[in-house]
């Protein structure tokens, strides 16, 4: 399960992407996104939420427009040939995504291979929404751990927190696997110092209180303002 962002947090994220797009997110057009929805996503994930006609300003078309830029995404290998397909790994793992109004105080949630989808997932950042698909997923595979209570930080004794911090490598829980999309997003070629100053708070709001174990040399290599 994913908790949201605070809600001043929330507002300055979202005013910012609405008066400068960001260069690493293309705008697909409406009638792209309701051909993909029709002939790709909804058979991918067997989707269901609570709009039964697409809308490019619905929940079905935000949902559509989070699956785009996880589609479209496309990244530099790194220096070992690797670079991850995050559609893909979601296709692969996720089963269904469903719609949950019964969830004010997350983002989304996980039961076996189905996403649940609260309403503060719509109402999230363009970036946010695909690392909370990417986070969640990692429920759904059998080698991720669970969150487990929180030491100390902004949510002691919440099961809101990965035990380790994994340096951006695909191990941990779903927090780790939110600081391995945006390490990978903020490398992209195509990121701009708005962009990545975006990408940056995501991850300065995950590092360090998401993490019982976390050193101080890691929390300085990725916190940064």
Not at 24 to 46: E, R
Request: overall charge neutral; hydrophobic content about 35%; aromatic content about 12%.
């Amino acid at each position: 399960m994913k908790s949201k962002l605070p809600a001043h947090i929330i507002v300055l994220i979202t005013y910012l992407l609405t008066i400068f797009p960001l260069q690493t997110l293309a705008a697909p057009t409406c009638s792209m996104l309701k051909d993909q929805w029709n002939n790709l996503y909804v058979k991918d994930f067997d989707i269901s939420l609570n709009k039964a006609t697409f809308s490019c300003t619905n929940d079905n078309g935000i949902l559509a427009s989070t699956l785009y830029d996880l589609e479209t995404a496309d990244f530099k290998p790194n220096p070992s040939g690797y670079k991850p397909n995050f559609y893909a790994r979601i296709e692969k793992n996720v089963g269904h995504i469903k719609y949950d109004d019964g969830c004010p105080k997350s983002i989304a949630y996980t039961y076996e291979d189905t996403i649940y989808l609260c309403r503060q997932f719509f109402i999230d950042n363009r970036i946010s929404r695909a690392s909370t698909l990417v986070h969640e997923m990692r429920h759904t595979q059998k080698d991720a751990p669970v969150h487990v209570s929180c030491d100390g930080g902004k949510y002691p004794e919440k099961l809101a927190c990965d035990q380790d911090f994994f340096d951006a490598h695909w191990e941990g829980s779903g927090y780790n696997a939110d600081i391995f999309y945006l390490a990978w997003t903020l490398k992209r070629g195509m990121n701009n110092e708005l962009s990545k100053s975006i990408i940056q708070s995501e991850i300065n709001w995950i590092i360090p209180d998401r993490f019982n174990n976390i050193t101080d040399k890691m929390i300085k290599k990725w916190r940064r303002k």
